[in-house]
Structures are given as structure tokens and as C-alpha cells.
């Protein structure tokens, strides 16, 4: 049970100075990130042979197109080390082809290929379906509402780093 849960956690961390609304509202997404992924993962992706990296690198190339290795990473949101193996492997089944950039040879522009553009297409129907499973019990002013104040929390969160 959630509510257990924050209970246990404020009960456990009753002596200090914490700020239990804002330590929810954090374990929250996590938890629900963690609990969506794994739902996609193992009820939409894995039936393509894809992990959640090369899925969300293969997703990025087919909204915005060609991109350089470092902003690909940025955006499906995986460290340079990990985009270097999820690259090998979709460039191995022949979903993606890397080139070095000519203008700046230490740069490496990551495209789809064809190949990779349909299987984004065919699983982008289903991943979809999932999605809608996934926040069903929601309404869609409070999908509107959970979508706002997730782009407000990492727009916040884009500014401390900055």
C-alpha cells in the first residue's frame, strides 16, 4: 500500500528536518517511472527485442532526426558509455548507422535508418496503447495537470544544474 509506505518513511524519518511533502512527491516519480518502464519493458518492448535505452535512442532519432552522440545520450536520457553499447548493438541489426562529422572529426552523428524507422513505427501503436493503459484512471484535465507539473519539476530541476 503507497499510503503505508509514506506513512513508514515519515514515521521512520520523525526526528529530522525533512520536508516529507517534497520527499513524496520525489519517491513518487521514481516509483511510478520505475513501475512504467518495467510495465513497457516487459509488456511492449521485449517483444521487439528492445531494452528501454535502445527504444527511447531509437525514439529520439526518429522525432528530431540526425543527431550528434552527446545530445542522443542527453535525450533518451543515458550515460556516453551506455549510448555506446545500445549504438553498437542497433547499428549491428542494422537500425542505425553512425558517421563521423566532417566539419568536427571528434564528432559523431547518429542517424536511423530505415530499418530503424519502421520498427519505431510499428511499435509506437502498442507502446501507445500501454500508455493509455497505464494512466486510464486518470481524467484528462488530471493527465493535463500530471503532464504541467512534471515539465514544471524538470524545468526547476534543469535550472539547478545549470
Do not use: C
Not at 527504444?55 to 545520450?73: H, K, M, N
Not at 559523431?108 to 502498442?126: F, W
Request: proline share 1%; charged share 25%.
Amino acid at each position: 500500500d503507497l499510503m503505508r509506505a509514506e506513512r513508514d518513511v515519515s514515521a521512520a524519518f520523525a526526528g529530522l528536518d525533512l520536508d516529507l511533502r517534497s520527499l513524496s512527491v520525489v519517491s513518487n516519480i521514481f516509483r511510478a517511472a520505475t513501475a512504467v518502464r518495467n510495465h513497457m519493458e516487459n509488456g511492449v518492448l521485449a517483444g521487439q527485442d528492445l531494452s528501454w535505452s535502445a527504444f527511447t535512442t531509437l525514439f529520439v532519432l526518429r522525432v528530431w532526426g540526425e543527431t550528434d552522440a552527446r545530445s542522443l545520450a542527453a535525450e533518451a536520457g543515458v550515460s556516453a558509455a551506455t549510448l555506446t553499447g545500445v549504438m553498437k548493438t542497433l547499428e549491428s541489426r542494422g537500425l542505425l548507422r553512425r558517421r563521423t562529422d566532417r566539419s568536427d572529426g571528434r564528432r559523431v552523428l547518429v542517424s536511423l535508418t530505415a530499418k530503424g524507422r519502421a520498427a519505431v513505427d510499428k511499435v509506437m501503436p502498442a507502446f501507445n496503447r500501454h500508455e493509455r493503459l497505464v494512466t486510464q484512471a486518470l481524467t484528462d484535465d488530471e493527465q493535463d495537470d500530471v503532464a504541467r507539473a512534471l515539465r514544471t519539476i524538470l524545468r526547476t530541476v534543469q535550472a539547478i544544474d545549470l
